[in-house]
């Protein structure tokens, strides 16, 4: 039986998680946002130096499609992710952009049926029919409109969510073959590259108060290091399943975390919305008794090495 330590350090990776668009969120509306980007990743890669020794890169026999696939994935993973939802969230609220970044599991199921011609099974597409119609209604209890920077911004925050499935589906395989550390140490500093190139004006004209400097360095520290180690640790432990239910608390964090720290309204609509898309995630899970659907083995919404 999994231990309440492992459950314990899932939750507070998930608690890390969800509050990271609550920080990115407070830091874009007070600073630039592609600067405090540069300068989280910039800590984060810093964050993963100690480690260099135990990777042991240079005994690892790297081929050539391995490489550019590494590459891809830091690009995608690091840049594909992060500057659209850090340019989208100035025009969403935090807890709004939670909802719909906790998404990811239905992007990653659906690429992986598209990509990896994994087969649609009916929950899985009952799940993505019925998180749509709660971003709809997400839509509708904000106030979006095709002609407002809000639905831009919400657009944005999902094809964030989009490249995390993306990066996610493809960065599998070389988790499996290299392992999980050594991956994300590896794609976070390739990603880092350009991202730093992207920011480096945003970078020079960041100004922040005491608070936003603490908030920044937190938030290098907290979602893309902590979050990361404590989830691996816990879904040693603890079965993917289990650990993909309380996954799903991402957007509850979130919407907590907008409401209680950043003084977001929270509306009917809102609850309504971020319930009918939690509906959809877990319905994206279940088994079909007695069905062809229930020889397949759901997707379970494990959080791959952290580039975010």
């Not at 999994?2 to 407070?26: D, E, K, N």
């Not at 020794?53 to 690009?75: D, H, Q, T, Y």
């Not at 850090?86 to 935090?94: F, K, M, P």
């Not at 009918?276 to 997707?299: F, K, Y």
């Amino acid at each position: 039986m999994p231990s309440r330590v492992a459950y314990l350090a899932i939750l507070v990776s998930v608690v890390l998680w969800g509050l990271a668009p609550v920080a990115t969120r407070y830091l874009v509306l007070n600073a630039d946002p592609l600067g405090v980007l540069g300068i989280r990743f910039a800590l984060c890669s810093l964050c993963y130096l100690p480690v260099l020794p135990w990777l042991k890169l240079g005994e690892v026999r790297w081929n050539r499609r391995s490489l550019g696939m590494l590459a891809a994935c830091g690009v995608v993973g690091v840049v594909g992710y992060n500057v659209p939802m850090t340019l989208g969230i100035r025009d969403v609220h935090a807890g709004f952009a939670g909802i719909l970044l906790s998404t990811e599991p239905l992007w990653i199921a659906l690429l992986s049926v598209v990509v990896l011609k994994q087969r649609l099974t009916r929950p899985l597409a009952w799940g993505l029919a019925v998180a749509f119609a709660g971003v709809v209604t997400l839509s509708v209890g904000n106030g979006l409109t095709v002609a407002t920077s809000m639905f831009g911004g919400a657009a944005l925050v999902l094809l964030g969510a989009f490249m995390w499935g993306a990066y996610s589906v493809a960065v599998g395989p070389l988790v499996r073959r290299y392992g999980a550390l050594r991956v994300s140490a590896v794609t976070m500093w390739i990603g880092t590259v350009p991202l730093l190139a992207i920011c480096a004006p945003g970078i020079l004209a960041t100004s922040l108060d005491a608070t936003g400097w603490l908030i920044l360095f937190l938030y290098g520290l907290g979602p893309n290091l902590i979050g990361m180690l404590l989830w691996n640790y816990g879904l040693s432990r603890v079965p993917g399943p289990q650990a993909g239910l309380l996954l799903n608390l991402y957007p509850v964090v979130s919407v907590a975390g907008g409401v209680t720290l950043l003084g977001e309204p929270l509306t009917l609509l809102t609850v309504l919305g971020g319930l009918i898309v939690l509906a959809g995630l877990l319905l994206s899970q279940l088994r079909i008794a007695g069905s062809a659907d229930a020889t397949e083995t759901p997707a379970t919404p494990e959080r791959p090495p952290a580039t975010r």
